[in-house]
């Protein structure tokens, strides 16, 4: 009786949150996950923000200003025909964000519902989408996304699109590794024998449940699409000139790597550090995700 009347201990913090929020907390302890977003994010709002605060044209050329040092009034100096760098790496930073997030997510349309569908179906379903996703993932992934590239014509967009179709059989095959692990759980047996349909299944009880790994896979995956379009329009299948590119940018600098090396230094540099900021965030996220982190 005596023992019955104690007050008994409160629940931890940690305890009432929700998952999200503990992932959130887990995330922003680790410093180096916190330095990838700080730096993401930084490039994000400047590529955003990029025609309110900078005070150059990034295609205007000046022949007097050709291959310029940096200088107070061009910080990054000046190009081969007189373009501000400083400009042109900003207005760059558009151009790779946004073929690494669009990419991605045609990656992410064409292989999880494909990754779905090999894993719950299995059978013969399983056995032809997994026999082309070998296929293709037997292909270097770059050199795969120039033969897409050059049959499609050089642009931007069918970069875009040729990275995200490169990129699919990763989401083919880890969405499918997830769902076999997945459909085998009680609670997806407890769904069956209730009567769900197997659509319902897939969507309401076995996606919700990979989507972090999706998550964690698509951040890394973002900065391999931001190295492809480097490469693409480096090779000049990507962003045309004259808008600005760093993979172009860096494609123009290699004539003039001794004498104007600042023209190569920082579009390199951005590329430096958004794709390590992504793979940091990503090791981050996967920590965070880690249902065994604790």
Known sequence: MIDAALPRPLMKADQLDSPARRALRRLFKRKAAVFGLVVLTTFIVLAVLAPLILPYDPIATSWSLVRKPPTPSHWFGTDELGRDILSRVVYGARASLLAGLISVAIALGIGVPLG?????RGGFTDALISRITDAMLACPFLILAIALAAFLGPSLGNAMIAIGISAAPIFIRLTRGQVLVVKAEDYVEAAR?????PWRIALSHILPNILPALLVQATLSIAAAIIAE?????????????APSWGSMLNAAQRFLTQAPWMAIW????????VLSLNLLGDGLRDALDPRQR
Do not use: C, D, R
């Not at 779905?116 to 719950?120: E, I, N």
């Open 116 to 120: 779905l569908l090999a894993g719950y």
């Open 193 to 197: 024998a209730l009567g769900n349909p």
């Open 230 to 242: 480097a490469a693409l329009s480096f090779l000049g299948l990507g962003q045309q000139p004259p």
């Open 267 to 274: 579009p390199g540099l951005a590329i430096f550090l958004v």
